[in-house]
């Protein structure tokens, strides 16, 4: 059974700091490229940052310096810690595999987390 469950979204101030984190099924962890993604209202969803099994990452520009991802081998996690948060980081956060994982001839995605930046 597939495993994505993500958490650590939640309302914080501009300039704040948040902790996701996503839970994966070991088989999918252990043999993928990870990354987190993230869809804003009326926008299609976006790759932000992403970390190869050799713990190599990239990030998209609009977040460089300010996010960090990581993966754990021993808990079969990603997290991403972002620091500096803006307005426009507001969104839902999903992590998957790069590409994303399909289920049938559809992409397969969890539930996501929230983050809301707002005074």
């Known amino acids: 059974q597939v495993q994505l469950v993500e958490s650590g979204g939640q309302l914080v101030q501009p300039g704040g700091s948040l902790r996701l984190s996503c839970v994966v099924s070991e088989n999918i962890f252990r043999t993928n490229t990870m990354a987190w993604y993230r869809q804003i209202p ?14 190599i ?4 520009s609009s977040v460089t310096g300010r996010f960090t991802i990581s993966r ?11 620091n500096s948060l803006k307005r426009e980081d507001t969104g839902i956060y999903y992590c998957n595999t790069v590409p994303p994982l399909m289920a049938g001839s559809r992409e397969y995605w969890g539930h996501g987390t929230l983050v809301t930046v707002s005074w």
Do not use: F
């Open 72 to 82: 754990d081998a021993d808990r079969n996690s990603v997290h991403l810690q972002m």
């Open 42 to 55: 009326g926008k299609a969803r976006e790759l932000v940052a992403r970390i190869t099994t050799g713990a």
């Open 57 to 60: 990452r990239y990030y998209v």
